[in-house]
């Protein structure tokens, strides 16, 4: 399985989507477990790096098994594998969602930021876990459709960290760098990732066979 297969492309894009800010995050738990400051030091993580622990592991193993879930080929080859690291994606998406909330309320703004940014936050980290809660409740009944959309929708919020590393650079471009603006480009990133995530669930077949061998992150079945 290369990422030349068809069914590859995305699963292989996605992770690469991811690299940035799991690189970032590395560097950040780097930093935490008293090594070399390899990115600009927060005091704000500094002093309450519990959650920021937590976010960062959650974001790299939702990013990473989610990206390998949009795989048909893992899906009909490897149905219980699909599950039961769905399960784990689920938990660790969770995790992500809830920690993000918790800094966001908790911490100091970040420097550079404003009120915008602050309310988007508070909009989709609630909006992942929904997703992510309408996801297992759809499988649950055999509801593999809706259970895909909710599981894309729930990733697409989550992969706007990655999308961010572009838009905060054209945003900049286009609209200086005031706190509005960052918010703007910031915001522009969920955005870009829910339209697309909307046009892929759309494109895809509307009804899926609830006897298929792999349908769900999350199964009924053992």
Known sequence: MTSRQPGWRVPVALVALSAIPL?????????????PQL?????????????VVVHICGAAVYALLGAVQFAPAVRRRHPRWHRSAGRVAVVAGAAVAGSALWLAVFLPPQPGSGPLLFVLRLAFAPAMVTGLALG???????DVAAHRAWMTRSYAI?????TQAFTEGVG???????????????????????????????????????????????????
């Open 23 to 35: 690189l970032a995050g590395t560097a950040r738990l780097v930093e935490l477990a008293g090594g």
């Open 39 to 51: 990115i600009p030091a927060d005091a704000r993580f500094t002093a309450s790096p519990l959650p």
């Open 136 to 142: 297992v409740a759809a499988i649950r009944r055999g």
């Open 158 to 162: 989550a992969l706007a960290a990655g």
């Open 172 to 222: 900049g471009a286009l609209l200086g760098h005031g706190a509005l603006a960052l918010d703007a480009s910031r915001g522009a990133a969920w955005v870009i990732n829910l339209t697309i995530a909307e046009w892929s669930i759309r494109r895809s077949p509307a009804q899926t066979s609830r006897r298929t061998p792999a349908p769900a992150l999350l199964g009924t079945q053992p």
